[in-house]
């Protein structure tokens, strides 16, 4: 499943960097800190993200204290790997507007906004907190691509309970901001034809489980399970499981 969303996230960055690939990064890493300002509103880690090659570039000491993974661990994959399944399509659906956004700007306004949204992740010992990720544009072209961005992560738990997912474009240098912005639907939750059992049975088919582990885990026959799992099929007119992943993650059952 986080292949499949991860797909769908590098259209995204591709987009935002207008096929383009970045030269070398002059800034120094003390310019980036120096930001810092901006986002600190709790226990927070910061990295340089690299759009067009979808790669972080460097990612600060602290991602130990606030997540659990030593900064050298600290891969796209697994962060996209640690998104809250109920979060990623959100998720997915914000990263398209950032783009929309941010393609909509004149070029010398690129570096003028950031963007803030929160979702939740999962720590190293398997407890989720509630991030709030907020962008900046640091090296950008004449053409106003976006090349390299420096993202900070704040664990915002403590000031958020609800699960609500907010988006907003705060302006710098006396830009306007906008709050509570609505996302671009690039993965739409439509309605649900699966029972909340069936939905069960999806989401561990999802993780990779067996029949056995399916059976086990919601203490029921493998025979129940086989039966679920034809019925999901029939319902959803796919013939395997990835096939079943990719539909599920289109319509927002997963």
Known sequence: MEKLILDQARKIWTEIAQHKMPGELTLEIELYKKLLHIFQVGDYYYMVF???????????????????????????DLLMDKIHPEDLPYFLDFEATVTRFWSQ????????????????????????????????????DDEGAVLRTFVVHTDISHLKKDNRMVLSFI?????PSYIDVDPVRRLTPSV??????????LELLARNQTTKQIADDLHISTTTVATHRKNIYRKTNTSSVLELVQLALNKGWL
Do not use: H
């Open 50 to 76: 690299n759009p067009p090659e979808m790669k972080i570039e460097y990612a600060s000491s602290n991602t130990i204290d606030v997540i659990g993974y030593q900064p050298e661990a600290l891969t796209l």
């Open 171 to 175: 302006g710098l240098e006396g830009e």
């Open 105 to 140: 700007l004149p070029p010398d306004k690129v570096t003028r906004y950031k963007s803030r949204y929160d979702y939740r992740i999962r720590r190293s010992d398997g407890s989720y907190i509630r991030i709030l990720q907020q962008v900046v544009t640091i090296q950008t």
């Open 192 to 201: 649900n034809i699966l029972t909340r059992r069936e939905k069960q049975v």
